[in-house]
Nanobody, 123 residues
């Protein structure tokens, strides 16, 4: 298990950008696949995308393709979610999750979760 802490959320105008960070504790973070999820008020949690333990493979939900990019720096135990061309419908609490030697598909399981960071996109 790793401990995850998200940061970088905030208020941004439509069309703007934000970069979220997911910082992990532990010396074995490089073994963990990491996923990003979001949950808007009154809606179910939605998969955004994920990155493999090596960083060599990424997978995105259709809503994120072409606008969001996931990357990682294993030396810093951190995974990033770069969000560009933000829309009001991207407003949600964004959370990262990790799974040792996990997969990156939309059905992948993640056992460790962060608390989330709020992203609000104004029109």
């Amino acid at each position: 298990q790793v401990q995850l802490v998200e940061s970088g959320g905030g208020l941004v105008q439509a069309g703007g950008s934000l970069r979220l960070s997911c910082a992990a504790s532990g010396r074995t973070f490089s073994r963990y696949a990491v996923g990003w999820f979001r949950q808007a008020p009154g809606k179910e949690r939605e998969f955004v995308g994920a990155i493999s333990w090596s960083g060599g493979v990424t997978f995105y939900a259709d809503s994120a393709k072409g606008r969001f990019t996931i990357s990682r720096d294993n030396a810093k135990n951190t995974v990033y979610l770069q969000m560009n061309s933000l829309k009001p419908e991207d407003t949600a609490v964004y959370s990262c999750a990790a799974e040792e030697w996990g997969g990156v598909g939309v059905t992948a399981d993640f056992g460790s979760w962060g608390q989330g960071t709020q992203v609000t996109v104004s029109s």
